[in-house]
Nanobody
Framework: QVQLVESGGGLVQAGGSLRLSCAASGSIFSINTMGWYRQAPGEQRELVAVITNGGSTNYADSAKGRFTISRDGAKNTVYLQMDSLKPEDTAVYYC????????????????WGQGTLVTVSS
């Protein structure tokens, strides 16, 4: 089992920045890829960005150029730096981990955090 604890969400004005963190604990030796997903009200959960143990990344088009995913192996923590935030970025952001390599399909992520709310005001 893997436990994930997210932090860093909140209310920010459009154009502002936030940094999300997700700390993993438990059976973390099997983790290959850590990712961030988000879900807006009435919408499906969607990919934001993923990163592998080796640092390989994959971003959604909506995140490219504005968001940066990074990982601290020593702390078993993944971060999502979000800059130039827009109202349409408003959502609950979830951290997830998988043994699969660079997976983007949320169905292959067995472990999820509780989510952290990001609200971007216009």
């Amino acid at each position: 089992q893997v436990q994930l604890v997210e932090s860093g969400g909140g209310l920010v004005q459009a154009g502002g920045s936030l940094r999300l963190s997700c700390a993993a604990s438990g059976s973390i030796f099997s983790i290959n890829t850590m990712g961030w997903y988000r879900q807006a009200p009435g919408e499906q959960r969607e990919l934001v960005a993923v990163i592998t143990n080796g640092g390989s990344t994959n971003y959604a088009d909506s995140a490219k150029g504005r968001f940066t995913i990074s990982r601290d192996g020593a702390k078993n923590t993944v971060y999502l730096q979000m800059d130039s935030l827009k109202p349409e970025d408003t959502a609950v952001y979830y951290c997830a981990v998988t043994t699969s390599f660079r997976a983007v399909n949320p169905s292959v992520y067995p472990y999820w955090g509780q989510g952290t709310l990001v609200t971007v005001s216009s």
